[in-house]
């Protein structure tokens, strides 16, 4: 099965930092890594899809970048809504498996 | 827009077998190319596949799951199943039912999700 590596695996910033969270995958997938966003309580939210491209919906603030086995997501001028668990999602290679998370703290 | 939504007991005894349905609603389950995911998560860790089926009733399952997985349509219902057998205490988690399209198979959106505990 495709590993995906997650770093770091929590972070603590301030409001309007940019932060980035990277993902890493133990076999190139091309382009088919998405993120999740997850608060607490709640079912995960697709952010961002086959790498790059933005779901509906989501704030312009998020962005990803990457292909093949290293991608990044980022988040530009953090606000406080965005306290939660990131994780990354390839769908490339069945079974489909998620990385181990990145919690992100707001100050 | 679809929504998911899943039910079931939420006390399982050891070594008997974890039953969970997931409704869906605003969308015929056996309409357009998707797929029908059953995905967990155990208290404070990260997100499992445990597999998924299509319209056709085609499924898929995690290997590390597969000899104690059946994923199903019921389709009179607009519902799909998940049925786990032999569960021990590492089977307690939230599950996450969701709908995955053909092109891509991400899973979205996904249900509330439901805390199912294996525990006598």
């Known amino acids: 099965e495709v590993v995906l590596t997650q770093s770091p695996d929590f972070q603590s910033v301030t409001p309007k930092e940019k932060i980035t969270i990277t993902c890493r995958a133990s076999?190139?997938?091309?382009?088919?890594l998405h993120w999740y966003q997850q608060k607490s309580g709640q079912s995960p939210k697709l952010l961002i899809k086959?790498?790059?491209q933005s779901f509906s919906g989501v704030p312009s603030r998020f962005s990803g970048s990457g292909s093949g086995t290293d991608f990044t997501l980022t988040i530009n001028s953090l606000e406080a809504e965005d306290a939660a668990t990131y994780y990354c999602?390839?769908?490339?290679?069945?079974?489909?498996?998620f990385g181990g998370g990145t919690k992100v703290e707001i100050k | 827009q679809v929504q998911l939504q899943e039910s079931g007991p939420r006390l399982v005894q050891p070594s008997q077998t974890l039953s969970l349905n997931c409704t869906v609603s605003?969308?015929?389950?056996?309409?357009?190319?998707?797929?029908w995911n059953w995905l967990r998560q155990p208290a404070g860790r990260g997100l499992e596949w445990i597999g998924r089926?299509?319209?056709?009733?085609?499924?898929n399952y995690n290997p590390s799951l597969k000899s104690r997985v059946t994923i199903s349509l019921e389709k009179s219902k607009n519902q799909f199943s998940l049925k786990l057998g032999s569960v021990t205490a590492a089977d307690t988690a939230v599950y996450y039912c969701?709908?995955?399209?053909?092109?891509?198979?991400?899973?979205?959106?996904w249900g509330q999700g439901t805390l199912v505990t294996v525990s006598s």
């Open positions: 969701a709908r995955g399209r053909s092109s891509g198979w991400y899973p979205d959106p």
């Open positions: 605003g969308g015929s389950i056996t309409s357009g190319s998707y797929y």
């Open positions: 089926i299509d319209t056709s009733g085609s499924t």
């Open positions: 076999q190139s997938i091309g382009s088919s």
């Open positions: 086959f790498a790059s």
């Open positions: 999602h390839q769908s490339g290679v069945l079974p489909l498996t």
